[in-house]
Protein backbone atom coordinates (compact mmCIF):
# COMPACT_ATOMS: atom_id res chain seq x y z
CA UNK A 1 0.00 0.00 0.00
CA UNK A 2 1.65 3.39 -0.83
CA UNK A 3 0.64 6.14 1.86
CA UNK A 4 1.44 9.82 1.57
CA UNK A 5 0.79 10.10 5.78
CA UNK A 6 2.27 6.68 6.93
CA UNK A 7 2.17 6.95 11.01
CA UNK A 8 5.42 7.28 12.17
CA UNK A 9 6.79 4.14 13.84
CA UNK A 10 10.27 3.66 15.79
CA UNK A 11 12.44 1.06 14.34
CA UNK A 12 13.07 -2.24 16.61
CA UNK A 13 16.13 -0.87 17.98
CA UNK A 14 15.44 3.08 18.43
CA UNK A 15 18.57 5.29 17.39
CA UNK A 16 17.82 7.69 20.23
CA UNK A 17 17.93 4.89 22.67
CA UNK A 18 20.95 2.90 21.26
CA UNK A 19 24.48 4.30 22.76
CA UNK A 20 26.29 2.83 20.78
CA UNK A 21 25.39 3.62 17.47
CA UNK A 22 25.38 7.26 18.40
CA UNK A 23 29.30 7.26 19.19
CA UNK A 24 30.19 4.98 15.92
CA UNK A 25 28.11 7.38 14.01
CA UNK A 26 29.87 10.43 15.21
CA UNK A 27 33.62 9.07 15.80
CA UNK A 28 33.42 6.75 12.64
CA UNK A 29 34.31 9.73 10.33
CA UNK A 30 36.96 11.01 12.29
CA UNK A 31 38.62 7.86 13.44
CA UNK A 32 38.76 7.40 9.62
CA UNK A 33 40.63 10.50 8.67
CA UNK A 34 42.69 9.87 11.33
CA UNK A 35 43.99 6.45 10.41
CA UNK A 36 43.96 7.19 7.05
CA UNK A 37 46.40 10.13 7.85
CA UNK A 38 48.82 7.80 9.87
CA UNK A 39 47.90 5.33 6.61
CA UNK A 40 49.58 7.81 4.07
CA UNK A 41 51.70 8.39 5.95
CA UNK A 42 53.35 4.63 5.80
CA UNK A 43 51.99 3.82 2.72
CA UNK A 44 49.18 1.90 4.14
CA UNK A 45 45.41 2.23 3.75
CA UNK A 46 43.45 -0.97 4.48
CA UNK A 47 43.18 -0.60 7.71
CA UNK A 48 41.01 2.85 7.94
CA UNK A 49 38.93 0.97 5.13
CA UNK A 50 38.47 -2.47 7.42
CA UNK A 51 37.40 -0.45 10.17
CA UNK A 52 34.99 1.94 8.14
CA UNK A 53 33.76 -1.37 6.68
CA UNK A 54 33.27 -2.97 10.34
CA UNK A 55 31.06 0.08 11.54
CA UNK A 56 28.93 0.36 8.18
CA UNK A 57 28.35 -3.31 8.98
CA UNK A 58 27.49 -3.28 12.48
CA UNK A 59 25.49 0.05 12.35
CA UNK A 60 23.40 -0.59 9.48
CA UNK A 61 22.03 -3.84 10.37
CA UNK A 62 21.79 -2.76 14.26
CA UNK A 63 19.21 -0.08 13.06
CA UNK A 64 18.21 0.98 9.04
CA UNK A 65 18.33 4.65 10.59
CA UNK A 66 21.76 4.94 11.29
CA UNK A 67 23.19 2.97 7.98
CA UNK A 68 20.95 5.69 6.02
CA UNK A 69 22.90 8.08 8.16
CA UNK A 70 26.39 6.95 7.46
CA UNK A 71 25.01 6.49 4.05
CA UNK A 72 24.30 10.41 3.69
CA UNK A 73 27.50 10.94 5.33
CA UNK A 74 29.71 8.96 2.49
CA UNK A 75 27.41 10.92 -0.21
CA UNK A 76 27.59 14.00 0.57
CA UNK A 77 31.08 14.45 2.28
CA UNK A 78 32.75 11.90 -0.34
CA UNK A 79 34.44 9.61 2.33
CA UNK A 80 33.76 5.77 0.40
CA UNK A 81 34.92 7.71 -2.89
CA UNK A 82 37.98 9.94 -1.45
CA UNK A 83 38.99 6.40 -0.32
CA UNK A 84 38.80 5.01 -4.41
CA UNK A 85 35.72 3.22 -3.59
CA UNK A 86 33.27 4.50 -5.77
CA UNK A 87 30.32 3.79 -5.58
CA UNK A 88 30.99 1.77 -2.55
CA UNK A 89 28.01 3.45 -0.93
CA UNK A 90 25.99 1.10 -2.69
CA UNK A 91 26.72 -1.31 -0.17
CA UNK A 92 25.74 0.32 2.50
CA UNK A 93 22.46 1.49 1.08
CA UNK A 94 22.04 -2.70 0.46
CA UNK A 95 22.73 -3.68 4.19
CA UNK A 96 20.32 -0.51 4.89
CA UNK A 97 18.11 -1.95 2.97
CA UNK A 98 17.78 -5.45 4.73
CA UNK A 99 17.51 -4.07 7.88
CA UNK A 100 14.49 -1.84 6.79
CA UNK A 101 12.93 -4.94 4.86
CA UNK A 102 13.06 -7.10 8.15
CA UNK A 103 11.80 -4.01 10.11
CA UNK A 104 8.58 -4.46 8.05
CA UNK A 105 8.37 -7.97 7.98
CA UNK A 106 8.57 -8.18 11.72
CA UNK A 107 6.05 -5.70 12.63
CA UNK A 108 3.70 -6.77 9.63
CA UNK A 109 3.83 -2.68 8.76
CA UNK A 110 3.48 -2.90 4.54
CA UNK A 111 3.16 0.46 3.80
CA UNK A 112 5.23 2.67 1.75
CA UNK A 113 5.52 6.32 2.67
CA UNK A 114 6.48 8.46 -0.37
CA UNK A 115 5.87 11.76 -2.16
CA UNK A 116 3.01 10.97 -4.85
CA UNK A 117 4.21 14.38 -7.24
CA UNK A 118 8.03 13.00 -6.94
CA UNK A 119 6.97 9.91 -7.73
CA UNK A 120 4.90 10.50 -10.60
CA UNK A 121 7.85 12.50 -12.75
CA UNK A 122 10.28 9.67 -11.43
CA UNK A 123 8.40 7.01 -12.91
CA UNK A 124 8.04 9.30 -16.01
CA UNK A 125 12.01 10.05 -16.20
CA UNK A 126 12.65 6.60 -15.48
CA UNK A 127 9.89 5.40 -18.73
CA UNK A 128 12.11 8.40 -20.90
CA UNK A 129 15.10 6.14 -19.42
CA UNK A 130 13.67 3.08 -20.25
CA UNK A 131 12.63 4.05 -23.96
CA UNK A 132 15.75 5.20 -25.06
CA UNK A 133 17.50 2.15 -24.22
CA UNK A 134 16.53 0.11 -27.64
CA UNK A 135 16.71 2.83 -29.87
CA UNK A 136 20.58 3.73 -27.91
CA UNK A 137 23.78 3.77 -29.61
CA UNK A 138 25.28 1.31 -27.05
CA UNK A 139 22.61 -0.77 -26.10
CA UNK A 140 24.54 -2.16 -23.05
CA UNK A 141 25.77 0.88 -21.71
CA UNK A 142 21.70 2.52 -21.81
CA UNK A 143 20.90 -1.07 -19.98
CA UNK A 144 24.05 -0.65 -17.11
CA UNK A 145 22.77 2.98 -16.66
CA UNK A 146 19.49 2.10 -16.55
CA UNK A 147 19.94 -0.12 -13.74
CA UNK A 148 22.19 3.28 -11.94
CA UNK A 149 19.11 4.98 -11.76
CA UNK A 150 17.00 2.09 -10.27
CA UNK A 151 19.53 1.65 -7.75
CA UNK A 152 19.18 5.77 -6.65
CA UNK A 153 15.31 5.21 -6.99
CA UNK A 154 15.83 2.98 -4.45
CA UNK A 155 17.75 5.40 -2.09
CA UNK A 156 14.72 7.83 -2.83
CA UNK A 157 12.34 5.08 -1.31
CA UNK A 158 14.61 4.42 1.59
CA UNK A 159 15.10 8.05 2.57
CA UNK A 160 11.26 8.55 2.46
CA UNK A 161 10.57 5.99 4.47
CA UNK A 162 13.19 5.84 7.34
CA UNK A 163 13.41 9.67 7.75
CA UNK A 164 9.91 10.47 9.52
CA UNK A 165 10.08 12.35 12.13
CA UNK A 166 11.29 15.99 12.74
CA UNK A 167 14.30 14.78 15.38
CA UNK A 168 15.19 12.61 12.48
CA UNK A 169 15.46 15.02 10.14
CA UNK A 170 17.23 17.61 12.12
CA UNK A 171 20.18 15.11 13.20
CA UNK A 172 20.58 14.13 10.05
CA UNK A 173 21.56 17.65 8.73
CA UNK A 174 23.44 18.11 11.91
CA UNK A 175 25.37 14.49 10.88
CA UNK A 176 25.68 15.53 7.44
CA UNK A 177 27.15 19.63 8.30
CA UNK A 178 29.35 17.47 10.95
CA UNK A 179 30.80 15.33 8.15
CA UNK A 180 31.41 18.52 6.18
CA UNK A 181 33.23 20.09 8.37
CA UNK A 182 35.15 17.12 9.31
CA UNK A 183 35.94 17.01 5.32
CA UNK A 184 37.15 20.76 5.27
CA UNK A 185 39.61 20.22 8.33
CA UNK A 186 40.97 17.56 6.63
CA UNK A 187 41.13 19.35 3.45
CA UNK A 188 42.99 22.16 5.42
CA UNK A 189 45.70 19.48 6.64
CA UNK A 190 46.00 18.31 3.44
CA UNK A 191 46.39 21.98 1.62
CA UNK A 192 49.23 22.67 4.40
CA UNK A 193 51.27 19.58 4.20
CA UNK A 194 50.97 19.43 -0.06
CA UNK A 195 51.39 16.03 0.24
CA UNK A 196 47.82 13.76 0.88
CA UNK A 197 44.47 14.34 -1.24
CA UNK A 198 45.06 17.73 -3.25
CA UNK A 199 44.03 18.06 -6.49
CA UNK A 200 45.19 21.34 -8.53
CA UNK A 201 44.69 23.14 -11.81
CA UNK A 202 47.33 24.88 -13.87
CA UNK A 203 46.57 28.64 -15.24
CA UNK A 204 49.91 29.57 -17.88
CA UNK A 205 52.73 28.62 -15.39
CA UNK A 206 50.87 28.94 -12.25
CA UNK A 207 49.96 25.46 -10.33
CA UNK A 208 47.09 26.30 -7.83
CA UNK A 209 45.91 23.69 -4.80
CA UNK A 210 42.60 23.06 -4.24
CA UNK A 211 40.71 21.80 -1.41
CA UNK A 212 38.99 18.77 -1.61
CA UNK A 213 38.53 17.54 1.83
CA UNK A 214 38.25 13.46 1.76
CA UNK A 215 36.24 13.82 -1.47
CA UNK A 216 37.54 12.58 -4.74
CA UNK A 217 36.50 15.61 -6.30
CA UNK A 218 36.50 18.94 -5.23
CA UNK A 219 33.72 20.23 -7.26
CA UNK A 220 32.00 17.76 -6.02
CA UNK A 221 32.81 19.02 -2.08
CA UNK A 222 31.90 22.27 -3.75
CA UNK A 223 28.34 21.34 -4.59
CA UNK A 224 27.63 19.83 -1.25
CA UNK A 225 28.95 22.82 0.77
CA UNK A 226 26.68 24.99 -1.14
CA UNK A 227 23.18 22.91 -0.24
CA UNK A 228 24.19 23.37 3.38
CA UNK A 229 25.44 27.43 3.63
CA UNK A 230 22.24 28.62 3.88
CA UNK A 231 21.85 26.89 6.99
CA UNK A 232 24.01 28.75 9.62
CA UNK A 233 23.69 32.14 7.78
CA UNK A 234 19.93 32.70 8.25
CA UNK A 235 20.31 30.47 11.74
CA UNK A 236 22.72 33.27 12.78
CA UNK A 237 20.26 35.92 12.31
CA UNK A 238 16.98 34.25 13.67
CA UNK A 239 19.11 32.63 17.09
CA UNK A 240 18.62 34.67 20.03
CA UNK A 241 20.96 32.38 22.50
CA UNK A 242 24.73 33.98 22.10
CA UNK A 243 26.61 30.55 21.60
CA UNK A 244 23.93 29.05 18.65
CA UNK A 245 24.74 32.49 16.98
CA UNK A 246 28.08 32.08 17.80
CA UNK A 247 28.40 28.46 16.45
CA UNK A 248 26.35 29.48 13.18
CA UNK A 249 28.78 32.22 12.42
CA UNK A 250 31.74 29.47 12.70
CA UNK A 251 30.15 27.29 10.52
CA UNK A 252 28.93 29.57 7.40
CA UNK A 253 32.76 30.84 7.86
CA UNK A 254 34.13 27.31 7.34
CA UNK A 255 31.78 26.87 4.40
CA UNK A 256 32.50 29.93 3.32
CA UNK A 257 35.83 29.66 2.87
CA UNK A 258 35.87 25.97 2.13
CA UNK A 259 33.40 26.51 -0.69
CA UNK A 260 35.98 29.26 -2.43
CA UNK A 261 39.02 26.95 -1.66
CA UNK A 262 37.57 24.53 -3.66
CA UNK A 263 37.98 26.66 -6.19
CA UNK A 264 35.28 25.02 -8.18
CA UNK A 265 33.99 28.00 -11.19
CA UNK A 266 30.31 25.54 -10.61
CA UNK A 267 30.02 26.39 -7.10
CA UNK A 268 31.77 29.52 -6.88
CA UNK A 269 29.29 30.97 -8.79
CA UNK A 270 26.15 28.72 -6.90
CA UNK A 271 27.44 30.43 -3.97
CA UNK A 272 27.17 33.79 -5.33
CA UNK A 273 23.56 33.43 -6.44
CA UNK A 274 22.85 31.93 -2.99
CA UNK A 275 24.09 35.02 -1.52
CA UNK A 276 22.22 37.07 -4.05
CA UNK A 277 18.61 35.02 -3.21
CA UNK A 278 19.21 35.35 0.52
CA UNK A 279 19.83 39.23 -0.22
CA UNK A 280 16.74 39.72 -2.31
CA UNK A 281 14.71 37.58 0.04
CA UNK A 282 15.74 39.16 3.36
CA UNK A 283 16.49 42.33 2.06
CA UNK A 284 14.39 44.69 4.14
CA UNK A 285 16.35 42.95 7.26
CA UNK A 286 19.59 45.48 7.53
CA UNK A 287 22.22 43.24 9.23
CA UNK A 288 21.84 40.05 6.67
CA UNK A 289 22.80 43.01 3.88
CA UNK A 290 25.81 43.81 6.12
CA UNK A 291 26.39 39.74 6.17
CA UNK A 292 26.34 39.33 2.26
CA UNK A 293 28.09 42.06 2.02
CA UNK A 294 31.05 40.66 4.25
CA UNK A 295 30.55 37.23 3.12
CA UNK A 296 31.14 38.99 -0.78
CA UNK A 297 34.19 40.78 0.51
CA UNK A 298 36.45 37.38 1.77
CA UNK A 299 35.17 35.50 -1.62
CA UNK A 300 36.78 38.37 -3.41
CA UNK A 301 39.45 38.50 -1.38
CA UNK A 302 40.40 34.62 -1.15
CA UNK A 303 40.04 34.28 -4.71
CA UNK A 304 43.51 34.20 -6.50
CA UNK A 305 44.04 35.80 -9.49
CA UNK A 306 44.85 32.81 -11.57
CA UNK A 307 41.46 31.40 -10.81
CA UNK A 308 39.95 34.71 -12.45
CA UNK A 309 41.37 33.85 -15.20
CA UNK A 310 39.67 30.64 -15.25
CA UNK A 311 36.54 32.51 -15.62
CA UNK A 312 37.32 34.11 -18.71
CA UNK A 313 35.76 31.57 -20.98
CA UNK A 314 32.27 32.92 -20.08
CA UNK A 315 33.11 36.50 -21.46
CA UNK A 316 36.08 35.07 -23.79
CA UNK A 317 35.68 31.61 -24.36
CA UNK A 318 39.03 31.07 -24.42
CA UNK A 319 41.41 30.28 -21.58
CA UNK A 320 42.67 26.71 -20.25
CA UNK A 321 42.13 23.24 -22.36
CA UNK A 322 39.04 21.99 -19.93
CA UNK A 323 36.96 25.48 -20.71
CA UNK A 324 37.27 25.01 -24.00
CA UNK A 325 36.48 21.30 -23.94
CA UNK A 326 33.32 22.30 -21.65
CA UNK A 327 31.68 24.43 -24.00
CA UNK A 328 32.12 21.62 -27.07
CA UNK A 329 30.69 19.68 -25.05
CA UNK A 330 27.59 22.16 -24.38
CA UNK A 331 27.46 22.95 -28.33
CA UNK A 332 27.33 19.10 -28.55
CA UNK A 333 25.10 18.11 -26.14
CA UNK A 334 22.79 20.46 -27.44
CA UNK A 335 23.14 19.51 -31.02
CA UNK A 336 22.42 16.03 -30.19
CA UNK A 337 19.40 16.79 -28.22
CA UNK A 338 18.19 18.88 -31.72
CA UNK A 339 19.08 15.78 -33.54
CA UNK A 340 17.03 13.55 -31.96
CA UNK A 341 14.41 15.28 -29.90
CA UNK A 342 11.99 12.70 -29.13
CA UNK A 343 14.25 10.28 -27.77
CA UNK A 344 18.15 11.04 -27.63
CA UNK A 345 20.95 9.49 -28.16
CA UNK A 346 20.21 6.59 -25.62
CA UNK A 347 20.65 6.82 -21.66
CA UNK A 348 24.60 7.19 -20.70
CA UNK A 349 25.92 7.38 -24.06
CA UNK A 350 26.97 10.66 -24.04
CA UNK A 351 29.98 9.82 -22.86
CA UNK A 352 30.62 7.40 -25.42
CA UNK A 353 29.95 9.91 -27.76
CA UNK A 354 31.94 12.83 -26.57
CA UNK A 355 34.92 11.40 -28.28
CA UNK A 356 33.59 12.84 -31.46
CA UNK A 357 33.35 16.25 -29.85
CA UNK A 358 36.47 16.19 -28.01
CA UNK A 359 39.76 13.90 -28.04
CA UNK A 360 38.18 12.07 -24.80
CA UNK A 361 35.23 10.34 -23.26
CA UNK A 362 33.63 13.02 -20.66
CA UNK A 363 30.20 14.09 -19.83
CA UNK A 364 28.67 16.60 -20.64
CA UNK A 365 29.19 18.71 -17.98
CA UNK A 366 25.52 20.02 -17.75
CA UNK A 367 23.20 18.29 -16.14
CA UNK A 368 20.24 19.65 -17.93
CA UNK A 369 21.90 19.24 -21.11
CA UNK A 370 22.89 15.54 -20.80
CA UNK A 371 19.68 14.50 -19.92
CA UNK A 372 18.59 16.20 -22.95
CA UNK A 373 21.01 14.56 -25.09
CA UNK A 374 20.40 11.18 -24.07
CA UNK A 375 16.64 10.90 -23.11
CA UNK A 376 15.29 13.62 -25.35
CA UNK A 377 12.23 16.04 -24.63
CA UNK A 378 10.04 13.66 -22.70
CA UNK A 379 13.02 13.12 -20.27
CA UNK A 380 13.77 16.72 -20.02
CA UNK A 381 10.32 17.59 -19.12
CA UNK A 382 9.94 14.80 -16.65
CA UNK A 383 13.52 15.99 -14.77
CA UNK A 384 12.60 19.25 -14.72
CA UNK A 385 9.21 18.79 -13.18
CA UNK A 386 11.12 16.07 -10.88
CA UNK A 387 12.99 19.71 -9.70
CA UNK A 388 10.19 21.73 -10.01
CA UNK A 389 7.50 19.38 -7.31
CA UNK A 390 11.13 19.08 -5.35
CA UNK A 391 11.40 23.31 -4.19
CA UNK A 392 7.29 23.59 -4.04
CA UNK A 393 7.53 20.61 -1.83
CA UNK A 394 10.08 23.23 0.35
CA UNK A 395 7.97 26.58 0.30
CA UNK A 396 5.03 24.16 1.42
CA UNK A 397 7.26 22.59 3.89
CA UNK A 398 8.39 25.89 5.26
CA UNK A 399 4.86 27.09 5.24
CA UNK A 400 3.36 24.29 7.38
CA UNK A 401 5.90 24.12 9.64
CA UNK A 402 5.64 28.29 10.15
CA UNK A 403 1.78 28.19 10.13
CA UNK A 404 2.32 25.16 13.43
CA UNK A 405 4.76 27.55 14.97
CA UNK A 406 8.10 25.13 14.23
CA UNK A 407 10.41 27.90 13.49
CA UNK A 408 13.63 26.37 13.68
CA UNK A 409 12.40 23.68 11.22
CA UNK A 410 10.68 26.34 8.93
CA UNK A 411 13.87 28.15 8.78
CA UNK A 412 15.58 25.09 7.39
CA UNK A 413 13.55 24.62 4.93
CA UNK A 414 13.77 28.07 3.32
CA UNK A 415 17.90 27.52 4.31
CA UNK A 416 17.50 23.90 2.16
CA UNK A 417 15.43 26.13 -1.04
CA UNK A 418 17.96 28.47 -1.36
CA UNK A 419 20.93 26.16 -0.94
CA UNK A 420 18.95 23.42 -3.53
CA UNK A 421 18.99 26.66 -6.02
CA UNK A 422 22.27 27.33 -5.63
CA UNK A 423 22.66 23.12 -6.45
CA UNK A 424 21.24 23.39 -9.53
CA UNK A 425 23.03 26.52 -10.69
CA UNK A 426 26.30 24.66 -9.83
CA UNK A 427 24.74 21.49 -12.21
CA UNK A 428 25.36 23.72 -15.15
CA UNK A 429 28.74 23.08 -15.02
CA UNK A 430 28.59 19.43 -13.91
CA UNK A 431 26.49 16.27 -14.88
CA UNK A 432 24.91 15.96 -11.59
CA UNK A 433 21.52 14.11 -13.27
CA UNK A 434 22.97 10.16 -12.18
CA UNK A 435 25.04 11.39 -8.86
CA UNK A 436 23.58 10.30 -5.63
CA UNK A 437 24.00 14.20 -4.34
CA UNK A 438 21.11 15.24 -6.48
CA UNK A 439 19.14 11.70 -5.51
CA UNK A 440 19.88 12.59 -1.73
CA UNK A 441 18.68 15.42 -1.33
CA UNK A 442 15.27 14.85 -3.43
CA UNK A 443 14.47 11.98 -1.07
CA UNK A 444 15.28 14.07 2.17
CA UNK A 445 12.89 17.05 0.54
CA UNK A 446 10.51 14.81 0.44
CA UNK A 447 10.61 13.57 3.80
CA UNK A 448 11.06 16.74 5.06
CA UNK A 449 7.49 17.47 3.32
CA UNK A 450 5.77 14.16 4.57
CA UNK A 451 7.22 15.42 8.02
CA UNK A 452 5.15 18.70 7.57
CA UNK A 453 2.12 17.03 6.39
CA UNK A 454 1.90 14.51 9.52
CA UNK A 455 2.83 17.57 11.97
CA UNK A 456 0.53 20.36 10.50
CA UNK A 457 -2.37 21.00 12.15
CA UNK A 458 -5.43 19.06 10.73
CA UNK A 459 -7.35 22.30 9.38
CA UNK A 460 -3.84 23.68 7.38
CA UNK A 461 -5.09 23.92 3.94
CA UNK A 462 -2.00 22.53 2.51
CA UNK A 463 -3.11 18.72 4.48
CA UNK A 464 -5.81 18.62 1.79
CA UNK A 465 -3.84 18.94 -1.06
CA UNK A 466 -2.02 15.93 -3.09
CA UNK A 467 1.58 15.92 -2.09
Excluded at 79 to 88: D, I, K, M, R, T
Excluded at 341 to 349: K, Q, R
Amino acid sequence: MISDTAPNQSFPIPFHQHTLGTILLFVAPVVTVLLSLAGNSVGFTLLPLLLLGLIVLVTALLNPFVGLLLALINIFSGFVAGFELAGGYMALVALTSVAWLFHKLTTDDLSLQICQRQFLFIALLLSAMLLSVPFALDRKVGLIKLIDYVKLFVLWILIQNIIRTRKQFKLTIVVIISALVISFVYGIYSFFIGTVNLSSFKVATEVVQRIQGVNSNPNSLGASLVVFTPIPFLFFFAEKKNWKRSLSLVLFAIFLIATVLTFSRGAIVSLAFVILIIVIKKRHHRAVLWGSLISCIIILILIPSSLWERFEFVAHLRGEASARWRFKLFLGALNYFIENPFLGIGLGNFIQEAIRIIPKHQVAHNMYLEIAAETGLLGLIAFLGLIWTTINYLEESRLMFKKSGQTALSLTAESLKIGFFGFLISAFFLSLQADTLFWAQIGMFGALRLIAEDQAPKDDCCSSNVK
